[in-house]
C-alpha cells in the first residue's frame, strides 16, 4: 500500500487545518480497504514521534491520544480510500510532521505496529 498525506501548511493557534491522507493499492488480490487501519501520527523537531490518532476501516473504531481528544477528528472516506484528519483549535505544540499509516493488524500508537508509512506533511502552528 502506497499512503499520500496531504493538507499540511501554516496557520495561526486557535485556527484550523484538515490533513488527508490517501491510500493506493489496498485493493489487492485477498486484500481490501477494510482490512486496514490507519493512523495519523507527527513528529516535532527534537522529539519523537508520537501517535495521534487511529481508525479501524472495518469497525469504525477511532482512538486518540490526550492531547488531542476534542480538538482533532479522524474520519475515513471508503470510496475514495482516504482518511481525514480534522483539527480545529490549533496549538503551537502542535506543530509537527504528521504522517498517516497503515496496519492490518489494527490499530497502534506505536510506530513499530505500523508498517506502512506516508512522507508526511508540515503543519506549523504560529503563537
Known amino acids: 500500500v502506497h499512503l499520500v498525506e496531504s493538507g499540511g501548511g501554516l496557520v495561526q493557534a486557535g485556527g484550523s487545518l484538515r490533513l488527508s491522507c490517501a491510500a493506493f493499492g489496498v485493493n489487492d488480490g485477498a486484500l481490501s480497504w477494510d482490512d486496514y487501519s490507519i493512523g495519523w501520527f507527527r513528529q516535532a523537531p527534537g522529539k519523537e514521534r508520537e501517535g495521534v490518532s487511529c481508525i479501524s476501516i472495518s469497525r469504525g473504531r477511532t482512538y486518540y491520544t490526550d492531547s488531542v481528544k476534542g480538538r482533532f477528528t479522524i474520519f475515513a472516506d471508503n470510496a475514495k480510500n482516504t482518511v481525514d484528519l480534522q483539527m480545529v483549535s490549533l496549538k503551537p505544540e502542535d506543530t509537527a510532521v504528521y504522517y498517516c499509516?497503515?496496519?492490518?493488524?489494527?490499530?497502534?500508537?506505536?510506530?513499530?505496529?505500523?508498517?506502512?508509512w506516508g512522507k508526511g506533511t508540515l503543519v506549523t502552528v504560529s503563537p
Open positions: 499509516a497503515a496496519s492490518r493488524l489494527g490499530c497502534s500508537f506505536s510506530e513499530y505496529s505500523m508498517p506502512e
